[in-house]
């Protein structure tokens, strides 16, 4: 086995290790699980960090697969999806997977242009990108045998379907009230001063013991 087979499987593997932990570090920061164990400063670094490293470990990737001989991998093979004659359905995967995880990581560059919620919403293609690489190393890589690989995959599907279910679920139930609020009391309809004056006045004109002014 040559050393540039190795470095294409073991770059394959730490992409999808690095996206992995990416997405479940979004979701520990989204579902406050964590709660102030660590400052959100350092968890937003850590996860851009991890978002950085799985997109360079999938240029490696590609780049020696590109040099490789055991399949034939051009540039239009590695960027075009549906163009490889080696499995095309999950190797297309793999590309659109690269695709999205260099869109994630370049908005961390361009949020305070794009602005808090068009950067959410790009971020909500991490779910994709991360099923998509599953696939693509599920179908196309050549570990998808090894039951180390297999028991990865499978613990970290769990984790993401469970902290998205968590995401869900905060985000169906209604907002805490604050603590030490008090209900606002209800506005009771305005009264006529005028009318009432003169019911008054009219009340005092009676004869005492009289029921009614007839």
Aim: charged letters at 15%; glycine letters at 8%.
């Amino acid at each position: 086995m040559s050393i540039e087979w190795l470095v294409i499987r073991g770059s394959g593997l730490a992409a999808f290790a690095l996206l992995a932990l990416a997405t479940l570090w979004g979701l520990f920061l989204s579902t406050n699980i964590l709660g102030r164990a660590v400052k959100t400063k350092s968890l937003n670094w850590f996860h851009e960090s991890l978002s950085i490293g799985a997109l360079l470990a999938t240029v490696v990737h590609m780049v020696v697969l590109a040099d490789h001989d055991y399949v034939e991998f051009g540039l239009k093979e590695l960027f075009l999806p549906g163009a490889s004659t080696y499995e095309p359905v999950a190797v297309a995967w793999g590309i659109m997977a690269f695709y999205a995880l260099f869109l994630i990581t370049a908005s961390f560059y361009v949020k305070k242009w794009i602005g808090q919620s068009a950067w959410r919403t790009i971020h909500y293609l991490a779910f994709g990108t991360f099923f998509a690489a599953l696939l693509h190393g599920a179908v196309a890589g050549t570990d998808r045998g090894n039951p180390y690989v297999v028991v990865g995959y499978a613990v970290t599907v769990v984790l993401v379907v469970f902290l998205t279910v968590v995401r869900w679920l905060q985000t169906q139930a209604p907002p805490p009230r604050a603590r030490g609020a008090r209900p606002r009391p209800s506005k009771r309809p305005a009264v006529d001063s005028t009318r009432e004056l003169a019911a008054a006045k009219a009340g005092d004109a009676l004869p005492e013991g009289d029921a009614s002014p007839t």
